[in-house]
């Protein structure tokens, strides 16, 4: 197993409000860790801080240790560009950009520079198939993206996301606004490709981390209060209070 | 909702404990009734054969149904678990003192042999005395005290072999105890069949309080056909 990104006492505050109090948590390659913890824990803010999508709230500050591939993600140093190319992000709402599933998909590769038209439609398609909206969108790759379905919509922007082929890919709440039967079509699809990408994922479905993630985190006012191996933390988590929270005594 | 299910644990714990309680009875009146020839009480113990396998379906059907209902993770996964095998473990010593009463209906007015007896009421006082307490090490989460009721397994299996040797002697001095020693044969080695099953259940408190799979077999363990 090798480390991909650590943590190590990340603190962080919004103005004179510290929402993380030294957080130190490892992920590993091509696994899948979830973050779980009571609303207003400090999920989000913990997950922007992998690819510094918070580093334009004002006010903010954030002490500590991120490494990315063992680079400092918030050296002087960092290419953000490079970053986020190889961070990616979905988020819980799915964000289409209101134009063509293509030119969604195709995005991330354009802002990069690609101009290779075969290049781009290859991974256009590539990406769709990964996503498993391929066959929903091969006859209709014209079609505005925000025309699909819920769940079809969070495929194309999961699509959007792999287009750069990230090596970690960062997830929050992606299922909270999809039906059972397509949050279950995404757990799926997030199986079958966290042999190719490493995950991190916020989710408030206890049973979605139990199913799907390798590794769990949990956290509670702004402090992970314990990680580990998912089945170990579902069945002999070292804290009564993991486990009080995990059977929904509180949160 | 979390209300609920500490409720319906809390009733379970007791139906569980209820029922222990009630299979410790039995060995006592089985065992008494094979060393008395007692074949009235036996055939009374015979007759209500099915309250044991009733409650213990019944136990298992609630812990099934707050599996599927609650989705009980960690500690309370591990407390639905528990219940669950350690019901099965105290049904089958209710079955083993099941076949002592039937053993004691089986058996005619033969001669005996008093030492094996002796060793019979010494056998089922230790087998209840740890049932007791690990019932009560259930009940308080009490890994230690399994662990060393566990241990006094070892006390059981060195009176089942004791008893054999006895018996077989006894055969070899008088070979018309034959036909009884059938019954000390089968009696004996049901006491320390539910000394195995009494191991069973410390390993499920084990599991409950930590979360360690251990079978928590003793190292004068005798292996017996
Ligand atoms: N941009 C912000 N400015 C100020 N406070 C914020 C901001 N974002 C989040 N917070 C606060 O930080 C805490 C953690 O929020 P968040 O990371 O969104 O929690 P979670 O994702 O676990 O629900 C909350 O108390 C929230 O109100
Ligand atoms: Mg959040």
């Known amino acids: ?251 | 909702m979390h209300e609920i299910f500490l409720d319906e644990l809390k009733k379970l714990n007791t139906q569980f404990m209820e029922m222990g309680v009630f299979v410790n009875d039995q060995i006592d009146q089985a065992t008494r009734a094979f060393v008395d020839h007692d074949k009235k009480t036996a055939q009374s113990m015979v007759d209500n054969e099915e309250k044991i396998p009733t409650e213990s379906i019944d136990i298992q059907k609630k812990a099934l149904k707050l599996m599927a209902l609650q989705q009980p993770v960690a500690t309370d996964f591990r407390v639905v678990i528990s219940i669950l095998k350690a019901t099965t473990d105290l049904e089958r010593i209710g079955e083993n003192a099941m076949s002592i009463a039937l053993e004691t209906i089986r058996v005619k007015g033969n001669p005996r042999i008093p030492e094996v007896e002796e060793i019979i009421s010494n056998m089922t006082h230790n087998v209840r005395h740890m049932l007791i307490q690990i019932l009560t090490a259930y009940v308080q989460d009490d890994e230690k005290m399994a662990r060393e009721v566990a241990s006094r397994d070892g006390v059981i299996d060195h009176d089942y072999v004791r008893a054999r040797k006895l018996i077989v002697d006894g055969i070899e001095d008088d070979p018309s105890r034959a036909v009884a020693s059938s019954s000390y044969f089968v009696v004996t080695r049901l006491l320390e069949r539910i000394g195995d099953h009494i191991v069973n259940l410390a390993s499920w408190v084990v599991y409950k309080t930590t979360g360690e799979l251990e079978e928590l077999t003793n190292p004068s363990e005798t292996k017996t056909i």
């Open chain 1, 1 to 251: 197993m090798t480390t991909i990104i650590s943590a190590k006492d990340v603190h962080l505050s919004y103005g004179n409000y510290e929402a993380l109090h030294g957080v130190n948590l490892n992920f590993q390659e091509k696994e899948l860790t979830a973050l779980i913890g009571p609303s207003g824990c400090g999920k989000s803010t913990f997950l922007r801080c992998l690819n510094r999508m918070n580093d334009d709230i004002e006010n903010i500050k954030i002490t500590g240790e991120i490494k990315f591939e063992g680079q400092n993600i918030y050296s002087s140093k960092m290419d953000l560009v490079k970053l986020r190319k190889e961070v990616g992000m979905v988020f819980q709402q799915p964000t289409p950009f209101p134009f063509s599933v293509y030119d969604n998909v195709a995005y991330g590769l354009k802002i990069a520079g690609v101009k290779d038209k075969d290049l781009i439609d290859q991974r256009v398609e590539e990406s769709l198939k990964q996503a498993a909206i391929w066959k929903e969108t091969k006859d209709n790759l014209k079609r505005n993206a925000q025309a699909f379905s819920g769940g079809q919509q969070q495929r194309i922007c999961i699509a959007r996301a792999l287009a750069v082929r990230p090596k970690v890919v960062l997830l929050d709440e992606p299922t909270s606004a999809l039906d059972p039967i397509s949050s279950s079509e995404i757990e799926e699809t997030l199986m079958e490709l966290k042999h190719q990408y490493t995950f991190i994922m916020v989710t408030h479905n206890l049973q979605q981390a139990g199913r799907i993630s390798d590794q769990t985190a949990f956290l509670m006012n702004g402090d992970l209060i314990e990680a580990g191996p998912t089945e170990e933390m579902f069945i002999a988590p070292e804290k009564q209070i993991t486990s009080d929270y995990l059977n929904g005594r509180f949160g």
